[in-house]
Each structure stands twice: as structure tokens, then as C-alpha cells.
């Protein structure tokens, strides 16, 4: 199992974090990593989800199943891990 990460791009409203995040627990998948910036947009945000999953069949699954989100204006399966740029990282 590897880890695969999902870019979404989000209506920055209230709520939104919460309705992805139970969109991945129904099938019972656990976040690995979880990172939400602020775009130039103050209305658009951008989510990277990093899960582990069976096949990249899945991952690409989930990625269209968040993508239906009401806020949720694109979904990605990113290639590779995202990079941290200094000022990112804890």
C-alpha cells in the first residue's frame, strides 16, 4: 500500500473540511497527511489529502466521488508527493 495524494480545489466557506473529510471515512479510509492553503481567490482554497490505498483504482474512486462535493470545484490524483516549501513545514 502506498500513500497517494488528492489536490482539491474548494469554496473556501465553512464546513467544507468536515463534508470531504466524511466523504473518506464512509469507505473507511484513514488521512495520512492533510494540508489546506489559501489561494490568491479568498474564496478558493486548495486541499492535498494523502491516503494510503490499495490501488490507484481506488484513489482515483475517491477522487471523483469528492469531486461531486456541492464546494468541491476539482479533484486531482497528484503524480507524486507534494513538495514543502521553506515556511511550510512544522
Known amino acids: 500500500m502506498s500513500v497517494s495524494y488528492i489536490e482539491l480545489r474548494v469554496v473556501n466557506r465553512p464546513g467544507v473540511l468536515n463534508r470531504i473529510t466524511q466523504v473518506v471515512l464512509k469507505p473507511r479510509y484513514n488521512i495520512d497527511s492533510l494540508t489546506l492553503v489559501a ?3 479568498p474564496k478558493v482554497s486548495v486541499i492535498t489529502v ?14 471523483k466521488q469528492l469531486a461531486k462535493q456541492v464546494d468541491v470545484l476539482s479533484g486531482v490524483v497528484l503524480d ?6 521553506e515556511g511550510e513545514a512544522p
Not at 80 to 85: I, S
Open 39 to 41: 489561494t490568491d481567490d
Open 50 to 63: 494523502g491516503i494510503r490505498f490499495e490501488d490507484e483504482a481506488a484513489a482515483s474512486l475517491l477522487t
Open 80 to 85: 507524486k508527493a507534494p513538495a514543502v516549501t
